[in-house]
C-alpha cells in the first residue's frame, strides 16, 4: 500500500496540471487504496492538477460505483478516453465514462 | 433454521494473518464452487472485516480477533469477532471525498447480508452470501 501511495503522490509531484492513473490490469481494490486515490484526487485540486482515472475494470468499477467515486471523480474504461478528454477538452468525452 | 457447518475457523494475530484470512476466503469459496465474482467479494469483505478488527483492537488493547467460516446449503457466512467496542455498519452520512470509512459499507454493499450482533463479551460482524454449491 505504502507502494502505491508514494506512486501517486511521485504523480503529483510533477509539474503536470493534467495527470492519469492507469489502473489498466487491476482487477481488487480495498477501502485503503480507494482512500489513497481520494485523497489524491484532492490534494491535485489545491495545485490546479486534475488526476482522472483510466483502465478502470469492471470489477474495480463497481467498487467504485459502492463508494461513489463517479460524484467527484472522472472515471474512464479506456486510457485513450482519458487521454482524449483532457486533450480535447474537458466538457467533451463525457459518453465514454462509466457512469 | 438454517444448520451450519464450521468449515474453518482462525486466529489473526497480525497483519500477516489478515493475509492468510482473505486466502482462506478463496479457498473456502472455490472448494464450494462459488463463482468468481461472489469470491472476490466475499475476500474483499473478509479484508474489510479484518483490517476493521485489526485497527480496532490495536485502539483498544486487544492482541487478536477470531475469524470463522460457516456454510449451509445456501449459503458461506463469515464470522469476524472482536472484543468489546462494536462494528457499526449504518455509520449515517457517507461522504465520498472522505480519506477513510468505506470499508463496512464496501461489506455491506458487496454481499449478500450482513449484520451485527453484539453481547456481553464483544461484537461479531456476520456477512454472508449465496451460492454455495455443496
Same mark, same amino acid.
Given at each position: 500500500?505504502?507502494? !502505491? ?63 461513489? !467515486? ?5 472515471? !474512464? ?23 | ?6 468449515? /474453518? ?18 479457498? %473456502? ?23 476493521? @478488527? ?31 467496542? @462494536?462494528?457499526?455498519? /449504518? ?15 464496501? %461489506? ?10 453484539? /453481547? ?15
Amino acid at each position: 500500500m505504502e507502494d !502505491f501511495r508514494g506512486a501517486v503522490w511521485r504523480l503529483l509531484e510533477t509539474d503536470q496540471k493534467r495527470l492519469v492513473l492507469d489502473l489498466s490490469g487491476t482487477f481488487y481494490v480495498n477501502s485503503a487504496a480507494l482512500g489513497v486515490i481520494a485523497d489524491s484526487v484532492l490534494q491535485g485540486r489545491k495545485f490546479d492538477q486534475e488526476l482522472v482515472i483510466a483502465g478502470v475494470e469492471p470489477t474495480v468499477n463497481e467498487i467504485f460505483r459502492i463508494v461513489q !467515486f463517479g460524484t467527484f471523480i472522472k472515471i !474512464f474504461r479506456e486510457t485513450k478516453e482519458a487521454l482524449h478528454y483532457l486533450k480535447e477538452g474537458r466538457n467533451e468525452a463525457q459518453w465514454s465514462r462509466f457512469s | 433454521m438454517v444448520s451450519f457447518l464450521l468449515t /474453518d475457523c482462525m486466529q489473526v494475530q497480525s497483519t500477516a494473518g489478515i493475509w492468510e484470512a482473505m486466502t482462506l476466503t478463496s479457498r %473456502i469459496t472455490e472448494r464450494f464452487g462459488m463463482t468468481a465474482g461472489k469470491a472476490i467479494r466475499l475476500r474483499l469483505a473478509t479484508e474489510e472485516a479484518c483490517t476493521n @478488527a485489526w485497527e480496532h483492537g490495536l485502539r483498544s488493547g486487544q492482541t487478536c480477533f477470531v475469524i470463522r467460516w460457516l456454510v449451509s446449503e445456501s449459503r458461506l457466512e463469515v464470522v469476524v469477532r472482536q472484543q468489546g467496542g @462494536a462494528f457499526e455498519l /449504518d455509520p449515517g452520512a457517507f461522504v465520498p471525498e472522505a480519506s477513510r470509512g468505506r470499508g463496512l459499507l464496501l %461489506i455491506r454493499e458487496l454481499t449478500d447480508g450482513s449484520e451485527v450482533r453484539t /453481547d456481553e463479551e464483544g461484537c461479531s460482524l456476520h456477512f454472508w452470501m449465496s451460492g454455495v454449491v455443496i
